[in-house]
């Protein structure tokens, strides 16, 4: 069973505002990802994370930023959120590398954004 | 380049086998997984299955794996309600930092 928390799980919030979408894991992972994904659709990465001090972009390009100060937290911010910000965004966590099944990443249970 | 491809969407009979298939092209993925997401929650990991291996069992769930085809099918039998999700494949890209390609999701509504 994996520990791996996202908070707030519901945000509605008026254009401009900045925002913090928080992404915490116990397992003590070193790789961590952000993807977004829209209703029924298909996952896009947006951001992962190696370990600590180490931050990538991902396929789907974003206006959101990533920190990874410690290595159970992996927050994004966005500055300023607009309407085309409105999606969910899913925090998943990787022990190593792929090997016996260590490739599996493990997901939180997203976060539902609305800009208006 | 990487791709995974799924049909969108299977309905099936309670008490029915669900089949549902993925198609991915990086013929060096290492591993190939099924994912299961409900409505309003993240993904859960259902099983996976290394690429040397053709077949694996693991209670109602058989995932099948033809890697000459590229080809994954995951089988779920006697389907129940509790079973209607999206249910995503997904490769691991040999490039880079070991990222997963998913699939676009296969919707399966089960009726009684």
């Known amino acids: 069973e994996a520990d791996i928390y996202q908070t707030p799980r519901y945000l509605v919030i008026g254009t401009g505002k900045k925002i913090t979408l928080e992404c915490s894991q116990t397992?003590?992972?070193?790789?961590m990802y952000w993807y977004q994904q829209d209703p029924g659709m298909e996952l896009h990465l947006i951001h992962y994370?190696?370990?600590?001090?180490?931050?990538e972009k991902g396929d789907l390009s974003s206006e959101s930023t990533v920190s990874r100060i410690r290595t159970e937290h992996f927050p994004l911010t966005l500055e300023s959120a607009r309407p085309s910000h409105t999606s969910q965004y899913l925090c998943?966590?990787?022990?190593?590398?792929?090997?016996?099944?260590?490739?599996?990443?493990?997901f939180g249970p997203g976060t539902r954004l609305l800009v208006l | 380049g990487e791709d995974v491809e799924q049909s969108l969407f299977l309905s099936v009979r309670e008490g029915d086998s669900s089949v549902i298939n993925c198609t991915y092209t990086d013929s060096s993925s290492t591993y190939l997984y099924w994912y299961k997401q409900e409505p309003g929650a993240g993904l859960q990991l259902l099983t996976y299955?290394?690429?040397?291996?053709d077949m694996k069992q693991d209670q109602r769930l058989t995932v099948l794996l033809n890697k000459k085809d590229k080809h994954l099918s995951l089988r779920i039998a006697d389907t129940q309600t509790g079973d209607s999700a999206i249910y995503f494949c997904?490769?691991?890209?040999?490039?880079?930092?070991?990222?997963?390609?998913f699939g676009a999701g296969t919707r399966l509504a089960v009726h009684p």
């Open positions: 998943a966590s990787q022990q190593g590398g792929v090997s016996g099944g260590s490739g599996t990443q493990y």
């Open positions: 299955i290394f690429s040397n291996m």
């Open positions: 997904a490769e691991t890209f040999s490039g880079g930092y070991n990222k997963l390609i």
């Open positions: 994370s190696y370990g600590v001090n180490s931050t």
């Open positions: 397992m003590g992972h070193d790789k």
